[in-house]
């Protein structure tokens, strides 16, 4: 980053973790978790970053760094099975907890997401870019470059806001996403190529809105 100051570091931190944890937190306090309409507050969480990076962009000189060039269709090639490995550790824990307590699992769409194709692929691929350009880009060079955080504190701390801004949807949920987190914040340590890891989370997200329904 070419121009940024301690101030719009911290503006930064603070102005994009606001989003979901705001409106879901309203859910929360309300305990009315099971009302959630998943694409309202998509589409308010999109227009939302939306302004959040054109401010960003009109303070400060902002580059997120790319130590590894892939070609778009390598990255695809790679996208895929990274997007598998990190659906099946996400649910994982959920699967184990389910066979222990002899729970049947059934795969079922989300019910906010049913008969809208088009407008869930739309809002997953928007939504997987604009998270992991937030907790995997601007966070990862905040805190790693600017702020000299260790890089292990940077995943930890980028994987437990990530995971909050899904806290309304219940502790499994938090957890899972957690998990999901960490496997974003290594293969963005590992191949340094921002592009691999939203199109990875766009691909993940895709596949995890088809939850397993316990019998």
Do not use: C
Not at 132 to 154: A, Q
Request: charged share 15%; glycine share 4%.
């Amino acid at each position: 980053m070419t121009f940024l100051t301690p101030f719009l570091s911290f503006l930064i931190i603070i102005s994009t973790s606001l989003s979901v944890i705001f409106i879901q937190s309203i859910y929360v306090i309300t305990g009315k978790q099971e009302e959630i309409d998943s694409i309202a507050i998509s589409k308010w969480i999109i227009l939302y970053n939306f302004i959040i990076f054109i401010a960003i962009a009109t303070l400060g000189d902002v580059q997120i760094y790319n130590k590894i060039p892939i070609k778009f269709n390598q990255l695809l090639f790679l996208s895929i099975p990274l997007a598998l490995i990190t659906f099946f550790m996400e649910i994982a824990p959920s699967i184990l907890k389910s066979k222990i307590k002899g729970e049947t699992i059934e795969i079922e769409v989300t019910k906010a997401w049913r008969g809208k194709t088009i407008t869930l692929i739309s809002l997953t691929v928007i939504i997987a870019f604009q998270e992991e350009l937030i907790f995997r880009g601007l966070w990862f060079e905040i805190l790693l470059n600017t702020w000299k955080v260790p890089i292990i504190i940077t995943l930890l701390i980028s994987s437990i806001f990530f995971a909050i801004n899904h806290i309304a949807f219940g502790i499994e949920i938090f957890m899972e996403k957690i998990i999901a987190a960490i496997v974003f914040g290594f293969i963005y340590i590992i191949s340094g190529n921002l592009l691999l890891v939203m199109l990875t989370h766009a691909l993940e997200n895709i596949f995890i809105l088809w939850k397993f329904k316990k019998t």
